[in-house]
T-cell receptor, first 112, second 112 residues
């Protein structure tokens, strides 16, 4: 079945440093979504990428979808303590599918 | 705050109990989901309802029984659970196909 690998599992950064998490799928994806889950909270949708090579920005967050639609990344510039949480990518292989395969997540800790 | 409301927030039940988890959304979404999330793991899909019909059952044990009484409500009936079923149970909704998931706050279930 489809697998989505996400690295790193954990990342500790000093406040102000940059952070990147990467996802790789074993199959071509129709789209990929990113979610953030704060400690004790629930996953919150951040963004969806659909097109090959797509790049989207949300303030300090930059999301990329690979040309082959098998990999994606989330980059945070100048991290803040409010960025703490676990970031999950979730890939969908079929265009009309309800199946989202979540990566294992990257837990981000920001040291003030 | 979330537009998907789950009750109760916490539930402790014995292995012989019968209980139900409830989920409600008023966003007009026609797809509703149950996910299970263990600590430090990604959400794991259990069931999907599309237009009030069960669309996906991810080989979930029969001690979990979903129900979708109408397009706004989703229940998960629990019976004879095991301690390993203790987890955060997340309800989500979406516009059908290829769209972001809106998660509720979850029910934290402990089976004793």
């Amino acid at each position: 079945g489809q697998q989505v690998m996400q690295i790193p599992q954990y990342q500790h950064v000093q406040e102000g440093e940059d952070f990147t998490t990467y996802c790789n799928s074993s199959t071509t994806l129709s789209n990929i979504q990113w979610y953030k889950q704060r400690p004790g909270g629930h996953p919150v949708f951040l963004i969806q990428l659909v097109k090959s090579g797509e790049v989207k920005k949300q303030k300090r967050l930059t999301f990329q979808f690979g040309e082959a639609k098998k990999n994606s990344s989330l980059h945070i510039t100048a991290t803040q303590t409010t960025d703490v949480g676990t970031y999950f990518c979730a890939g969908r292989s079929g265009a009309g599918s309800y199946q989202l395969t979540f990566g294992k997540g990257t837990k981000l800790s920001v040291i003030p | 705050d979330t537009e998907v409301t789950q009750t109760p927030k916490h539930l402790v039940m014995g292995m012989t109990n019968k209980k139900s988890l409830k989920c409600e959304q008023h966003m007009g979404h026609r797809a509703m989901y149950w996910y299970k999330q263990k600590a430090k793991k990604p959400p794991e899909l259990m069931f999907v309802y599309s237009y009030e019909k069960l669309s996906i059952n991810e080989s979930v044990p029969s001690r979990f029984s979903p129900e979708c009484p109408n397009s706004s409500l989703l229940n998960l009936h629990l019976h004879a659970l095991q301690p390993e079923d203790s987890a955060l149970y997340l309800c989500a909704s979406s516009v059908p196909y290829n769209s972001p998931l809106h998660f509720g706050n979850g029910t934290r279930l402990t089976v004793t």
